[in-house]
């Protein structure tokens, strides 16, 4: 079983969709989760960073963390084709660990 | 601010060839991963350096070698090049607090655009 479990889709909504993106994970050591979107052949773009439970909000995006249920998912509100990208979540036990575990990426594809 | 960035973009090898990749971080961040990510295994951490040291090591062979400078701009290495090794190799940098015991990470990386290496 991976550590971090991301559903690769793909994904298909129509434009104005709210898109909803999950990953679970088994080690309860995890405090920093990220959100990361990737575009076709381009660098993973921090989207969204979180420390331990809660929910941030930053524009149309919103992230979640349930530590007690391992459990994370990313919002994406009024969705736009220019939103179609892989998005991948990660997570880090943080301190002097930088090393990042990723899931495997949610293909998202948003149509007009 | 200039981004965190990645020499050669891409590059073409055959087996048994060696290779050396370069990454500038942000200005201001002294900590350097790298990851290696392919279709089939995803992203996958190779290493991290601090300091100029190497502070954590991924599940990869000893062909995978690292350093970091002490301005820290880092390279990684990879020898013996093997099929397998065709990947997009991504470097990543962050903040980091200095405490008196270490050093902590803030858990916000920034990856560059990579580098794809294809080995024939």
């Given at each position: 079983q991976k550590e971090v479990e991301q559903d690769p889709g793909p994904l298909s909504v129509p434009e104005g969709a709210i898109v909803s993106l999950n990953c679970t994970y088994?080690?309860?050591?995890?405090?920093y989760f990220m959100w990361y979107r990737q575009y076709s052949r381009k660098g993973p773009e921090l989207l969204m960073y979180t420390y331990s439970s809660g929910n941030k909000e930053d524009g149309r995006f919103t992230a979640q963390v349930d530590k007690s249920s391992k459990y994370i998912s990313l919002f994406i509100r009024?969705?736009?084709?220019?939103?179609?990208a892989t998005y991948l979540c990660a997570m880090s036990r943080g301190g002097g660990y930088n090393k990042l575990i990723f899931g495997a990426g949610t293909r998202l594809a948003v149509h007009p | 601010k200039a981004g965190v960035t990645q020499t050669p973009r891409y590059l073409i090898k055959t087996r048994g060839q060696q290779v050396t990749l370069s990454c500038s971080p942000i200005s201001g961040h002294r900590s350097v991963s790298w990851y290696q990510q392919t279709p089939g295994q995803g992203l996958q951490f190779l290493f991290e350096y601090f300091s100029e040291t190497q502070r954590n090591k991924g599940n990869?062979?000893?062909r995978f070698s690292g350093r970091q400078f002490s301005n820290s701009r880092s390279e990684m290495n990879v020898s013996?090049?093997?099929?397998?090794?065709?990947a997009l190799y991504l470097c990543a940098s962050s903040l980091v607090v200095v405490v008196p015991w270490d050093y902590l990470n803030t858990g916000e990386l920034f990856f560059g655009e990579g580098s794809r290496l294809t080995v024939l």
């Open positions: 088994s080690n309860s050591a995890f405090q009024d969705s736009q084709p220019s939103d179609s | 990869f062979p000893g013996t090049l093997e099929l397998g090794d065709s």
